[in-house]
């Protein structure tokens, strides 16, 4: 073993290698899980903190690079990676073992939310996540049939810590990802107008109520417009952050401007801003100027395709997914660059903001 290949200069040197997409160094970052000196080849384990990590060769790369700087004797490197889900806990004082908790909202109706809402948990769950998705939108819930699953949920009895037994529902498993939603208990045709303590009760129902088990995501498809969904949620569990839907509408971009005020109000995150059905009639690109503008992140576009929409109604989105699928790598762009803001959340803001505004 040569005497000028030094171990803490390596961690040193790759330590200060900045992460391509957190854009802060990786020691810093706590991503420098080991350096391992053997004779003169160097390992390097570096921590990813999202299993949708998109840029591992970009940093595989320049942490060869700087590890390579420490001394002209190094043989040979090799970077490896172990992934884990970050996440702030978000489950509140309900129990839920949830590590984020994404909602999925817009300003205005019809935009693509639970579309999108739905995709994220497959994309989610394609890059090895455990995912739930959550059906708040009361008014219209739509997951059931994008997913397509249907009917009541088994109740479950389940002990508690302090020596109880207590009911739970068991979310329904749509292919891997585990599906509550209001439509299981009432026919999607009977429109039910839920209000104030009413909607907060049944909301609170199915966060306490449902044995999600342990997830790195739950994504939330919340209802259009009212706050009232995302401030019973954001009293309730943490929130990680909202992925705000819109076209390239300008309406619908107004829209979504409001949403992401009505998020703020109630400490929720603005994650990003996603344009959906990009490339209709109404054009394409208004969306991430938009978001540049607010100074919030773009997190891509999804192309206006026929795929989505039949996918969608033939309960199949999970095969958005399959390979050879046109919604396939726009969708898991979306996914990871979602991943990557939950992430940079955790890390920027290690607590759940506290809601003083009741
Ligand atoms: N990228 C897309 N390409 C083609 N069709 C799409 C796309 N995204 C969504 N759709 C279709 O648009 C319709 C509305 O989508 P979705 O139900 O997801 O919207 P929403 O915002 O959740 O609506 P609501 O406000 O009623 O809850 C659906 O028929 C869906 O299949
Ligand atoms: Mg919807």
Known sequence: MSESISREAVEAGVGAVTDPELGRPLQELGM?????????????TIELPTLAYPGQQRLAEAAEAAARKTSAEINKITVSFVQTTRGKQSGGDIGLRVKNIIAVGSGKGGVGKSTIAASLAYGLKHFGASVGLMDADVYGPSIPHLVGVSGNPAIKEVATPDGRTV???????????????????????????????MLHKALMQFLAQTDWGELDYLIVDMPPGTGDVALTLSQAVGIAGAVVVCTPQQVALL?????????????????GMVEN??????????????????GVPFLGEVPAIADIREKGDAGQIAALFDEGCAARDPLLHVCQRTAIEVARQVVDQPTMPQLDIL
Do not use: N, Y
Request: glycine fraction near 16%.
């Open 32 to 44: 420098l899980h080991q350096v391992e000196l053997t004779g003169s080849d160097v390992g390097i």
């Open 167 to 197: 009911e739970r529902m068991l979310p329904k498993d749509a292919g891997g990802v585990k599906v509550m939603s209001i439509g299981f208990m009432v026919p999607a045709e009977q429109a039910v107008i839920w209000r104030g303590p």
């Open 255 to 271: 829209d979504a401007v409001k949403a992401i005020g009505m998020f703020g109000q109630v400490k929720i995150p603005v994650l």
């Open 277 to 294: 059905m990009s490339g209709d009639i109404f054009g394409r690109g208004g969306t991430r100027a938009k978001a540049e503008e607010m």
